[in-house]
């Protein structure tokens, strides 16, 4: 397939314009460029039939099992788009809620940013939750920046966050981006933190620690607690990364584990399909001592009015308006859709799930730690390398099989890692199928069938020279 | 197997002590595991250095990885070659693919660090 600037043929227009019929404003010589942008010429209809194809060669969770581990890509109820597509929600004006004159006219929308916002703290065992930051680790620079001025409005300077190996890149970004330098912290060899290593690493300098619970190996914190009581000791605050709180919905809540800060990821554990960069929602969650640096504007509400107060000791502004308001009106409808009941079987199952496919696969492939897996189940394919296949070649394998590759090669703890998260959203036959199709591969990697090492060949592209997109970047489509 | 004249470390450095000052990168394994390297992260001149600190890092298609300093020293010197040619660290990894090296370093330090014999048995250790 061409490129789109390979499918450009000079002169060709999609639009074209009416003839000037008003003086020409000059623009400033400085705002002019020097020579004309690269862009590519076609009509309306190549344009449409060109991004129509590409679209139809793409792995979705609408199209195909998408086992991609860490991301839970579930599922999204198409009952949460008719919701977000209600035009009272889809056309609203964000500057209603600029001034007070407008709020009367914005009430429902306030209400629903109110609730949401009550929702995600009940879930979260938070006392406050605000929905302005519009990803996932644009709400951990929000918890980072909520733990630098709860510290420094106690007068001392904290220049330290404590990570696990086994973190996802963005925690330590995140820290690094709010001003603190970041200690990593060991795994343990069952691949829990080595919490006596984190009880090395704490001093008074420490500010906080970040985690994520289920961890990225898939497995619960056993010693949570006794982690948060000896961080508590030095007023060291626990921040939880909401990114795998799928495991956990209404089963325990962060804030009883004694979180004091967290975020949630809307798109991913609430309706909105994930990933590509789309628009997304990290509201942060935040414990008593973190609630008066919330962002602002905050919804309050006054009887069955709702209003909108920054609080004094803000961190200011997130986003502009609400952040992404549209996902916090799916996430709104998939609560309420789901209730209590719905949001603990969310849980269960993707536990359940994950636990059937380690079950099916645990003599194949070598699970990578011995406790029982949480809503993922890590593998290590070092077995199967030392035979010449890679984690890389299985993961090719199976998109010649019809599914999206499991996450491999992260966790970086792991060696040859793959990385399964089937979410609560697959049947049982699909699991079943998903597994054969693993134990095929498994089986060849046995014979080191030469194949694996040139999947796939069904895909409209074969092997990617990775490493020259890597040193070569160069984006067009 | 790793050559005799340069010290290891466990996260995978080598330091080579050539009089003054001290070479630094990382070790044929380290090189391996990471694949083939896109992007080399180099310390800026000048800057005073712990001994296990974070002071470059190196990425390949699978992961990141910080390089932590052998030992205490001052940055004297850093393989700009590798910011066009990150390729170097996998081709030549105790040659021309160097990181950076040191100066004001306590070469009594280096005796802490392991010889080739070790580093070997150590890598072999924690092979699976």
Known sequence: ?477 | MYPNDIKYTKDHEWIRDEGGVCVVGITAHAASQLGDVTYVELPEIGQDVKKGAAVASVESVKAASDIYSPVRGRIAEVNDDLLGKPELVNQSPYDQGWFFKLDDVDTADLRHLMDAAKYEAFVAEHAE
């Open chain 1, 1 to 477: 397939m061409q490129l789109i600037y390979e499918k450009s043929r000079e002169g060709c227009r999609a639009i074209t314009f009416d003839a000037l019929d008003v003086p020409e404003a000059p623009l400033p010589a400085g705002l002019l460029r020097a020579e004309a942008a690269r862009l590519p010429e076609l009509g309306e209809i190549e344009v449409v039939r060109h991004f129509t194809n590409l679209s139809r060669r793409n792995f979705g969770v609408d199209s195909h099992f998408y086992p991609l581990g860490s991301c839970t890509m579930k599922y999204n109820p198409k009952m949460a788009e008719a919701v977000a597509a209600e035009p009272g929600l889809a056309r609203l004006h964000p500057h209603l809620s600029s001034s007070p004159a407008y709020w009367p006219a914005c009430q429902g929308a306030l209400q629903l940013v109110y609730e949401t916002e009550r929702l995600l703290a009940e879930i979260g065992g938070m006392k406050q939750v605000s929905i302005q930051p519009i990803a996932g680790a644009h709400g951990e620079l929000a918890g980072t920046l909520l733990i630098a001025a709860y510290h420094r409005a106690k007068g001392r300077h904290r220049d330290t966050i404590l990570i696990p190996d086994s973190a996802h890149g963005t925690n330590p970004a995140s820290a690094a981006i709010a001003g603190f330098k970041v200690v990593q912290i060991p795994s343990a060899p069952d691949g829990t933190l080595d919490v006596g290593a984190f009880k090395a690493a704490l001093n008074d300098s420490v500010a906080a620690i970040m985690l994520t619970c289920p961890n990225t190996h898939g497995l619960f914190e056993p010693g949570i607690r006794e982690i948060a009581a000896a961080a508590h000791e030095h007023d060291t605050l626990l921040y939880y990364d909401g990114a795998n709180l799928n495991a956990i919905i209404g089963q325990c809540r962060p804030g009883d584990l004694g979180f004091d800060v967290m975020h949630f990821n809307l798109h991913k554990t609430f309706a909105t399909p994930h990933g590509m960069g789309g628009p997304g929602c990290g509201p942060v969650g935040v414990g008593p001592r973190l609630e008066p640096f919330l962002p602002g504007p905050r919804v309050v509400k006054d009887g069955d009015a709702y209003s909108l107060v920054t609080p004094e000791q803000s961190i200011g502004k997130m986003s502009c308006f609400f952040g992404n308001f549209m996902i916090a009106v799916r996430a709104y409808a998939y609560i309420r859709h789901l209730g209590d009941k719905g949001l603990k079987e969310v849980a269960q199952y993707a536990v359940l799930n994950a636990n059937y496919i380690h079950a099916r696969l645990k003599d194949a492939y070598t699970p990578a730690f011995g406790l029982r897996f949480m809503h993922e189940c890590v593998f290590t394919a070092a077995p199967q390398a030392k035979k010449g296949v890679k984690a890389l070649d299985i993961a090719k394998a199976l998109l010649d099989r019809g599914y999206h590759a499991p996450t491999i090669y992260f966790p970086l703890t792991v060696k040859e890692s793959i990385m399964i998260e089937p979410t609560e959203t697959e049947s049982k036959q699909t699991l079943d199928d998903f597994c054969d199709a693993m134990l095929e591969i498994a089986a060849l990697a046995d014979r080191n069938d030469n194949d694996l090492a040139h999947a796939p060949f069904t895909m409209p592209v074969g092997r990617l020279d990775e490493v020259k997109a890597a040193r070569e970047l160069n984006c067009a489509c």
